[in-house]
């Protein structure tokens, strides 16, 4: 059955540092996410795009965060200067059809910024 | 999207049905039902949606009331793998629209006992 991987499944990193998520979607799929858990937290949205475009972004996603497709398989979520209050499990989703309620999500990175 | 309010946590015994109610009392006449679960820190688990007619499948079935102002999630043999997080969330679905993220709340959490 297809799934959703990310990698790397925890990463480690300091204050300032940059930092990029990635992820592989279900090959068919066309719409991608991009979620966060802060520990004990609810799960948070924080980024839709479809078509190399952004089509939705929260208010937690400013400008220290990025995505990108670069090619036809990755997703990528990138933090520019990563701060304490980024720790937390990012989570990669997909589904196929615009809108969709179902939504495919991977196993997560765990983020520690120390 | 509509509010959905769910009981904090449950129990079931294994091998018992599990009914995980939810209540949405403020739903729109274009917005479905989606359930989905998240077992300790993974991502969350697509299970089951709908409009208005009862769902089953493979993993659950959803009875949503006449009204549509309440459903509720069973899981017709609860198993020990079945104990996380369960969440009731309520949005338009499919194309036409511009709401592509999915909003989580707290959930249930059902814990499935020997």
């Known amino acids: 059955e297809p799934e959703v991987t990310q990698t790397p499944s925890h990463q480690v990193t300091q204050m300032g540092q940059e930092v990029i998520l990635r992820c592989v979607p279900i090959?068919?799929?066309?719409?991608f996410y991009w979620y966060r858990q802060i520990l004990g937290q609810k799960v948070e949205f924080l980024v839709s795009f479809y078509n190399n475009e952004i089509s939705e972004k929260s208010e937690i996603f400013d400008d220290q965060f990025s995505v990108e497709r670069p090619d036809g398989s990755n997703f990528t979520l990138k933090i520019r200067s990563t701060k304490l209050e980024d720790s937390a499990m990012y989570f990669c989703?997909?589904?196929?059809?615009?809108?969709?309620?179902?939504?495919?999500f991977g196993p997560g990175t765990r983020l520690t910024v120390t | 999207d509509a509010k959905t309010t769910q009981p904090p946590s449950m129990d079931c015994a294994e091998g018992r049905a599990a009914n995980l109610p939810c209540n949405h009392s403020t739903i729109s006449g274009n917005e479905y039902v989606y359930w989905y679960r998240q077992i300790h820190s993974q991502g969350p688990q697509y299970i089951i949606h709908g409009l208005k007619n009862n769902e089953t499948n493979e993993m659950a079935s959803l009875i949503i009331t006449e009204d549509r102002k309440s459903s509720t999630l069973i899981l017709p043999h609860a198993t020990l793998r079945d104990t996380a997080v369960y969440y009731c969330?309520?949005?338009?679905?499919?194309?036409?629209?511009?709401?592509?993220?999915?909003?989580f709340g707290k959930g249930t959490l059902l814990t499935v006992n020997p």
């Open positions: 969330i309520v949005r338009v679905s499919q194309s036409g629209g511009s709401n592509y993220k999915l909003t």
């Open positions: 090959s068919n799929h066309l719409y």
């Open positions: 989703a997909s589904t196929w059809v615009r809108g969709a309620g179902e939504q495919y």
